[in-house]
């Protein structure tokens, strides 16, 4: 089975400094893996996905991940912070399951942007 | 905005009882995908439809059931209520072109179901 681990269950950082979300991923085949952002009380909005096309993925809102096979990582990464940044990040990998794929979600990053 | 829309946004009930959710897929999507976010959890996967046939379930109890319509919305209903069930479900949708693998899913705001 797939499964991702996010290393830090809490980052906190200030305004105007990088955010670094950490990844690691197990996966017996080439995976697909996602990162998706919840702001409170909202639903789930994509940032990025790679598929094997590029190791180095742009999302939405400057933020970007490399995906490194030789280390297992997919870290999420932003040169700098914003306040609206703050809310919880999940890193995510695609499975096939019963004809269909499942999306499988680690644990969840709160991410803390303070002044 | 995904386009992916939920209803009803909130919902109370009482242990035993039974609750339909809805979903409405983004336009042009043909695939929906169910997950139960408990709280201070990741989502997790409940099961997942295609040309309205359940297609890939996770680790839930039969009580936990689904219907896709033709034309691509759907239910989520579940039976016999317990107060575990109480948490955030999401619905997502996707479009399926050829193999499932690496489709992304775009997410809907979720009903906040609460067991009392």
């Known amino acids: 089975a797939q499964s991702v681990t996010q290393l830090d269950s809490h980052v906190s950082v200030s305004e105007g400094t990088p955010v670094l979300l950490r990844c690691n991923y197990s996966s017996s085949y080439s995976p697909s893996l996602f990162w998706y952002v919840q702001h409170p009380n909202k639903g789930l909005q994509l940032l990025l996905k790679?598929?094997?096309?590029?190791?180095l993925v742009k999302g939405i809102n400057g933020f970007e991940a490399e995906f490194k096979k030789s280390e297992t990582s997919f870290h999420l990464t932003k040169p700098s912070a914003h306040m609206s940044d703050a809310a919880e990040y999940f890193c995510v990998v695609s499975e096939l399951t019963g004809g269909g794929n499942k999306l499988t979600f680690g644990t969840g990053t709160q991410l803390k942007v303070e002044l | 905005e995904t386009g992916v829309t939920q209803s009803p946004t909130h919902l109370i009930k009482t242990r035993g009882q039974q609750v339909t959710l809805r979903c409405s897929s983004q336009s042009g999507h043909n695939t929906v995908s169910w997950y139960q976010q408990a709280l201070g959890q990741g989502p997790q996967f409940i099961f997942q439809y295609y040309r309205e046939e359940e297609n890939g379930r996770g680790n839930f109890p039969p009580r936990f059931s689904g219907l896709q319509f033709p034309n691509y919305s759907s239910e989520l209903n579940v039976n016999a209520l317990e107060l575990d069930d109480s948490a955030l479900y999401l619905c997502a949708s996707s479009l399926r072109v050829g193999g499932a693998l690496g489709e992304t899913q775009y997410f809907g705001p979720g009903t906040r179901l609460l067991v009392l």
């Open positions: 790679y598929t094997s096309a590029a190791t």
